[in-house]
């Protein structure tokens, strides 16, 4: 609505139709692209909360260029110059915004008379208030629509503007007749008489409620992912510490016994996949028994994070014991299947349980659905025949088998968990492994061959974690 404050300066040189037609064009263009942005991002997981983020700004977007069209609508009805119907071609209807008419409604205007105590309403006001025609409020009664919370904004912006002569701009909260809360941005400004006296306020009202909906939902969308993320990280950074204190520190070559014939020169490393989120149930271990002879294992539980990580201390601790307690592998393999399958969080794994006996050079082993041992001997390399055995937790009452092979000084027996070998992890398989077979027979540490593990399978851009452990029969 016009202002009388105005009425004796001249008029500002409006923009010419066309000017304002291709805006319009391109603010339409552009939200149609957000708009298919959006309706593509619905497609993927509903749960990532990244995807939500980015749906809720998309929305956001939509909302705000919805606004510009909107102004930019108002801009050209008031220019002078043809109509679209009056330009479009013979036999040929000028196209509709199917928006035109909401838009518009979210737009309303009003004036306050102080002098006659009149309030002057457009249509479009009493539709945003929720009012029939011809019931606009007062000034005085205006806050009683408000949230409580409100009307002290209000009121300020309604004081301001009467009392200081200052320009309203500000925005609040009513409550409509059928129960519905709607958030107006409310600009104006006084209009002064002849002797410089307010005479009367007008003021435009925006129902802004979608706009704030969506600017709330990118907040809360914002602070859903910093919160995951840092709950990612927290629960990373624990994986890690709890797995670095179950799994052996070495810093070097772990020679068992420390002397004598047959002693086990043994190195092992754990390989971190690409995502550094991916920290899973990978273990390996190596330990002298009370009777001499030497337990080494690894194995990987189902699942990443916290949860694979305490199961793999929960199932390495049960491990441990009873090695301890002279339990064979095969048994053992038995015995560690029935704790996964009473645990209070069941999970599957597999395992590789072997026990090396000096005196006799005999290698005892049992596994449980895990890659087979691989022995390097002569500069060649053969997977051990395995005997039978299923994943743990996979079914009750299992029964797991034993083998035995002996081993000879020089020997590299090397135990690893299935994402060392996985295909499709740069391409390496068992044969990548075997390669290494030449390098095995010249190294003369343990470490030596682990080194060479690690550079040919250790790339950052692996899709799995996993663990290597090499043992080496010293002459």
Do not use: K
């Not at 263009?29 to 298919?36: E, I």
């Not at 069209?69 to 050209?76: A, F, K, P, S, V």
């Not at 939902?217 to 993320?229: F, G, K, L, Y």
């Not at 390098?439 to 343990?446: K, P």
């Amino acid at each position: 609505m016009p202002s009388p404050l105005f009425a004796d300066r001249p008029a500002p040189q409006l923009p010419a139709h066309d000017a304002v037609d291709d805006l319009i064009h391109r603010t339409r263009r552009l939200r149609g692209d957000v708009d298919a942005v959006r309706r593509d991002a619905v497609m993927f997981d509903e749960d990532d909360p990244q995807l939500r983020w980015q749906r809720a700004l998309c929305e956001l977007a939509v909302h705000h260029l919805d606004t510009l069209d909107e102004h930019l609508g108002q801009l050209r009805a008031g220019l002078p110059g043809p109509r679209a119907e009056d330009t479009a071609s013979e036999g040929e209807e000028a196209p509709e915004d199917p928006r035109a008419g909401s838009l518009l409604s979210r737009v309303g205007s009003a004036e306050w008379n102080l002098l006659t105590d009149e309030s002057s309403w457009s249509e479009e006001l009493y539709e945003i208030f929720g009012r029939p025609l011809g019931s606009a409020l007062s000034l005085d009664d205006l806050p009683s629509v408000l949230l409580p919370e409100d009307q002290p904004v209000l009121t300020a912006m309604v004081t301001g503007c009467l009392v200081d002569g200052r320009p309203m701009d500000g925005e609040f909260r009513i409550m409509r007749p059928d129960g519905g809360t709607r958030t107006l941005h409310m600009t104006g400004e006084p209009v002064l008489d002849t002797e410089g006296c307010t005479a009367s306020m007008w003021a435009v009202l925006r129902d802004v409620s979608e706009l704030r909906r969506s600017e709330q939902a990118v907040t809360r969308s914002r602070a859903s992912v910093q919160r995951e993320e840092h709950i990612e990280r927290t629960e990373r950074r624990m994986a890690v510490e709890l797995q670095e204190t179950v799994l052996p520190p070495w810093r070097g070559s772990l020679r068992l016994p420390p002397q004598g014939p047959g002693a086990l020169d043994i190195a092992a490393h754990y390989l971190p996949s690409a995502s550094s989120g991916l920290i899973g149930g990978d273990w390996y271990d190596a330990m002298e028994l009370p009777d001499g002879r030497t337990l080494l294992t690894v194995g990987d539980l189902t699942g990443h994070g916290i949860p694979a990580t305490s199961a793999m201390v929960m199932l390495l601790g049960a491990l441990r014991g009873m090695a301890v307690a002279g339990i064979e592998p095969g048994a053992l393999m038995g015995h560690l299947n029935q704790v996964l399958e009473t645990s209070i969080q069941p999970a599957l794994g597999s395992a590789l349980c072997c026990r090396f006996d000096p005196g006799t050079s005999v290698l005892s082993w049992a596994q449980a659905g895990h890659p087979a041992p691989v022995l390097f001997r002569g500069g060649a390399g053969r997977i051990l025949p395995p005997p039978d055995g299923i994943l743990l937790g996979a079914a009750p009452q299992a029964v797991f088998e034993q083998d035995e092979v002996r081993l000879f000084p020089g020997d590299v027996l090397v135990l690893h968990t299935d994402g060392l070998t996985r295909r499709g992890d740069r391409g390496a398989g068992p044969e990548a492994l075997f390669a290494l077979a030449s390098r095995f027979a010249e190294a003369r540490t343990a470490q030596e061959c682990v080194r060479g593990v690690v550079e040919e399978f250790g790339g950052t851009e692996r899709l799995d974690d996993a663990c290597v452990l090499v043992a080496r029969i010293g002459a």
